[in-house]
């Protein structure tokens, strides 16, 4: 087989053409039953529909839903228009962001015919006019937007499309009810790039709560150690006051006792042989006292002649028989003697007390 004409090859590219401009610019579909219906003379109008008569090739009137009748061969109905409300898919589209982000957006506009002769007469197709007025529209709406307020501002989008297309569709008599966007496609170095700040973002919320958590649990900490310090403070304040309280109680306590023993003893002394019996317990706590020498300290304070064992011995066999000597008398005599003057002590018992007292 030969090379292709150019004819051929010209003819073929026209068709390719056609055929995409075709696909790409389909209108959409009108909204009829079954074609438009004959004209009979009677007929029956559905409801929500409208049916635009001509006669002899002009507007004639407007059916209503319902029994009407029409003139064979004159009338002639020319249009069908559906008055419910009508959903069309708005194909994806590319649009650029106001900062430079090409997007994939499509969506979902929602249509309803408010006036059958407008919709007739007005656009050659409504419908496809509308689907390219919106498309045009959601573009120069996302223009004026950042990829991170579109996503953001869906609804008032969507908002500004359906006002723009209100505008525009008033001549047509249908009216738009609400547009929404389906999907937004975002290139994917782009959807990376949005992955990756969602990842910081959230890493960075992360150490910011965490920070927190650590200043909040110093400021915890130090919070408990200084109210433990106060109560402790306090407690040893109330306890030095407590004790402070219990030792002047104490020594009240030992004081009076004190008191009581030496107005005790002062009576005793000035009963008969009182002097005796305090010269026996002096005696007693002489000899006690040098039993204990060197046991509990090696500091020793002894009297001059400690190396004198027979003086020593003899200072306390003298205190003792100058204390025993009255306690025989006593012990012989049934009836006690009238009271005398006490002897002044001798020189023994005052070396005795002296030896005491060192």
């Not at 610019?25 to 004209?39: D, E, I, T």
């Not at 209503?64 to 589209?93: H, T």
Request: overall charge neutral; glycine content about 4%; aromatic content about 6%.
């Amino acid at each position: 087989a030969g090379s292709p004409s150019p004819s051929c090859s010209f003819s073929f590219l026209q068709r390719s053409q056609q055929l995409k401009r075709s696909v790409w610019l389909v209108p959409a579909p009108r909204r009829l039953n079954s074609g438009l219906p004959m004209n009979i003379g009677v007929l029956f109008v559905p409801q929500q529909e409208a049916w635009v008569v001509e006669r002899m090739g002009k507007f004639h009137r407007i059916l209503e839903p319902g029994l009407n009748f029409l003139i064979p061969l004159l009338d002639r109905i020319r249009y069908v228009q559906s008055l419910k409300e009508i959903v069309i898919n708005v194909p994806e589209q590319s649009a650029v962001t106001l900062d430079n982000v090409t997007l994939q957006i499509d969506g979902v506009l929602y249509l309803r015919v408010l006036d059958p002769y407008k919709a007739s007469y007005g656009v050659e197709d409504p419908e496809y006019a509308v689907t390219q007025l919106a498309q045009t529209t959601m573009r120069s709406e996302l223009g004026k937007l950042s990829l991170d307020r579109v996503f953001r501002e869906r609804e008032s989008l969507n908002a500004n499309i359906v006002d723009a297309i209100n505008q525009a569709s008033d001549c047509w008599g249908i009216r738009c009810l609400r547009y929404e966007i389906k999907d937004i496609h975002v290139p994917p170095r782009v959807k990376e790039s949005m992955q990756m700040q969602v990842e910081a973002e959230r890493r960075k919320r992360a150490m910011v709560l965490e920070s927190e958590g650590t200043r909040e649990s110093a400021i915890n900490v130090a919070e408990g150690q200084k109210q433990a310090q106060i109560l402790a403070s306090e407690a040893e304040k109330a306890e030095q006051i407590n004790k402070a309280a219990g030792e002047a109680n104490a020594m009240l306590v030992k004081a009076r006792a004190k008191a009581e023993a030496i107005q005790l003893l002062a009576a005793a002394l000035a009963q008969q042989h009182g002097s005796a019996a305090a010269s026996l317990s002096v005696a007693e706590q002489y000899v006690s006292a040098f039993s204990k020498l060197a046991k509990d300290s090696n500091t020793l304070l002894l009297p001059a002649n400690a190396g004198d064992v027979t003086n020593m011995v003899a200072q306390a066999l003298g205190i003792y028989s100058a204390l025993a000597k009255p306690q025989a008398v006593r012990t012989q005599d049934e009836v006690p003697p009238a009271r005398e003057d006490p002897q002044p002590p001798s020189t023994e018992m005052l070396k005795a007390e002296e030896a005491s007292s060192s």
